[in-house]
Each structure stands twice: as structure tokens, then as C-alpha cells.
């Protein structure tokens, strides 16, 4: 590979170093751009009640990464950056550390056109780099869970699936103008993107079903007794998912004191 080369030491690389610190989390919370906003009072309790399931939970996590897997969106980046800001934990957009060590989005699509088992690569070696550190929240990109290698460094931490339906995502990506990272060209119409996405999700379900839990969208709103998704704020996904990695906390500790001698 010519434009990178991606190495064990990589992490060190003055290419990647930049690329990492670039993206430290901003540790305030933030909601969905395209969902109604409730009272602040509302907000102000969600808040607190993260604050609080963060901190029950953090001491059991123990510092375990945490990668959000699913269809690029900003309902799954959102969620990843704010649960970062909940669990004072360090945020990481993996499409968006590869793509700036890399040199930039016009680096990305050459460097696709060019050689795209290289750029596949870099992937896999950022994900190296980063399940190799702890306390951090990454948020995957699409091509993330198409790779053995890559589901296999996920191991080293928790993975999630963030399911949003795909007329959601398609929605956010014409009607939004969502911001789509460079190795990922996804354009056209409604119909069109929604072909586009439908693809790639079937490319991806498998992956996507081997993360160790599954936060749906639909399921949110229906628990929530919401009357549509889009009432689903950013801390009801949160909330819910720090619930879930409580369970799991819960589940590994009692399979551990039954694994224990007498």
C-alpha cells in the first residue's frame, strides 16, 4: 500500500496519532437533529437517569470497549457518542479515523478505486488499534462486521447492534442530507438509496447478528408506548442500551460465581 502503511505500531504512526485525538469526546449529550424536543424537565430527568445508570454500571465494565455496529446513521452515532459522554468514556467513528489518516475523503475513494483489499485492510488495522485500548466507544462503519478478522478484534470488547429500519436510514440520507463517510457512495433518489442500503444490510445481517446484544429502534418505541420513531430521542436509545450492558454485566458475573470451585 502505497498511501499508508499500517503496521503493528501503527498506533504511534504520526498519521494516526492525529486521526485519534481528533475525535475525543465532547462529554456533553446531544439529541437526535431531527426529533421533536421534549421539556426540558424531560431532558433534565433522562440526563440524570443516565448519569446514574453509567455510574451503577461502570464499575463492572471495567473499562471494556464498546462497538456500535449497524447502518451508518446519525440515530447509531449519536447514540455512540453520547453513551461515550454518559460512561466518560473516549469516542472513536472508525470510517472517520481511517479516512483522516488516510488523507482525506478524495484520498479514501482513490485509494478504493485503486486498491480496495488495501483499504479493507486499514480497516481491519484501525480496529486493531483501537480493541486494543479500553475505555472507549467506537462506532463502526458499515463494513466493519463483513470481515471475520474484524468481528473477531470486536471479541476484545462488547459489540451492539444499533437496528434502525432502512426507510429510516434512507430518509436521513435524502431528505437529511446525513453525512456519509467517503468509502461509502450511496446517492440517488429515495428508491435508489433505499436499494442501495437494502444491499448493504444484506451483505452485513449475519454480522450484525453476532453482536452480543440488539437495540431496535421499533422495539424503543413500542416499550416507550411512543406513536411513531421518530419520538425516540437519543437518551431513550442510551437508556436502554445501558440497561442492556447491565444485563450482560449481570449474566457474566453470575456465570463466573457458578464457574467457581466450592
Excluded at 120 to 142: F, H, P, W, Y
Aim: contains cysteine.
Amino acid at each position: 500500500m502505497e498511501l499508508l502503511q499500517l503496521t503493528p505500531s501503527f498506533l504511534g504512526h504520526s498519521q494516526l496519532r492525529p486521526a485519534i485525538c481528533h475525535h475525543l469526546p465532547s462529554l456533553k449529550p446531544r439529541a437526535l437533529s431531527n426529533h421533536d424536543s421534549t421539556t426540558q424537565a424531560t431532558q433534565l430527568d433522562l440526563s440524570l437517569t443516565l448519569k446514574r445508570k453509567a455510574a451503577e454500571i461502570s464499575p463492572d465494565l471495567k473499562g471494556t470497549c464498546l462497538f456500535l455496529v449497524g447502518l451508518n446513521s446519525s440515530i447509531k452515532s449519536n447514540s455512540a457518542q453520547l453513551l461515550a459522554d454518559a460512561l466518560r468514556y473516549y469516542y472513536f467513528d472508525s470510517d472517520s479515523v481511517v479516512e483522516e489518516a488516510l488523507g482525506g475523503k478524495d484520498a479514501v475513494r482513490s485509494f478504493m478505486k485503486t486498491d480496495l483489499k488495501g483499504f479493507r485492510d486499514s480497516e481491519t488495522e484501525v480496529l486493531k488499534q483501537l480493541s486494543s485500548m479500553g475505555r472507549l466507544v467506537v462506532c463502526a462503519g458499515n463494513g466493519a462486521v463483513q470481515c471475520a478478522a474484524n468481528l473477531a478484534l470486536m471479541r476484545h470488547g462488547i459489540s451492539i447492534w444499533i437496528d434502525v429500519p432502512l426507510d429510516m436510514v434512507a430518509k436521513q440520507i435524502v431528505e437529511d442530507n446525513f453525512q456519509l463517510p467517503a468509502a461509502q457512495t450511496i446517492n440517488g433518489s429515495y428508491s435508489e438509496v433505499l436499494t442501495q442500503l437494502t444491499a448493504i444490510y444484506e451483505d452485513s445481517r449475519n454480522g450484525y447478528a453476532t453482536a452480543d446484544t440488539t437495540i431496535a429502534l421499533q422495539k424503543v418505541a413500542s416499550r416507550l408506548g411512543y406513536d411513531t420513531l421518530d419520538a425516540v430521542t437519543t437518551e431513550d436509545m442510551v437508556l436502554e442500551t445501558l440497561k442492556e450492558l447491565e444485563r450482560l454485566m449481570r449474566a457474566k458475573k453470575l456465570m463466573e460465581e457458578a464457574a467457581r470451585p466450592f
